[in-house]
Nanobody, 124 residues
Framework: QVQLVESGGGLVQAGGSLRLSCAASGRTLRTYAMGWFRQAPGKEREFLAVIRWSAGDTYHADSVKGRFTISRDNAQTTVYLQMNSLKAEDTAVYFC?????????????????WGQGTQVTVSS
């Protein structure tokens, strides 16, 4: 079992930046991939980025490439999502998720563990 706790959300003006954190505990994450998703009211859950814990390789959705960057801190077992040049349409609840098989996937159905989410609101 893996527990995930997101933090770092809040209210920010358009053009600003936020860094989200996802603290993971419960199991060794060596074989895992960690992803970030978001969900706005009335919309489907949207993939943003994923990182393979051991190798550190990443995959970002085209919609956020160049603005959002995923990274991890092995020592702290924490995954980050750095978000720059934020827009009003980035307003959503942001979730981190864990895939025990280490796949660089956009598909939320492949992620077994999810955090509770953190709200990001971007004012225009």
């Amino acid at each position: 079992q893996v527990q995930l706790v997101e933090s770092g959300g809040g209210l920010v003006q358009a053009g600003g930046s936020l860094r989200l954190s996802c603290a993971a505990s419960g199991r060794t994450l060596r074989t895992y991939a960690m992803g970030w998703f978001r969900q706005a009211p009335g919309k489907e859950r949207e993939f943003l980025a994923v990182i393979r814990w051991s190798a550190g390789d990443t995959y970002h959705a085209d919609s956020v490439k160049g603005r959002f960057t995923i990274s991890r801190d092995n020592a702290q077992t924490t995954v980050y999502l750095q978000m720059n040049s934020l827009k009003a349409e980035d307003t959503a609840v942001y979730f981190c998720a864990a895939d025990p098989y280490g796949r660089l996937s956009w598909n939320p159905n492949l992620y077994n563990y999810w955090g509770q989410g953190t709200q990001v609101t971007v004012s225009s």
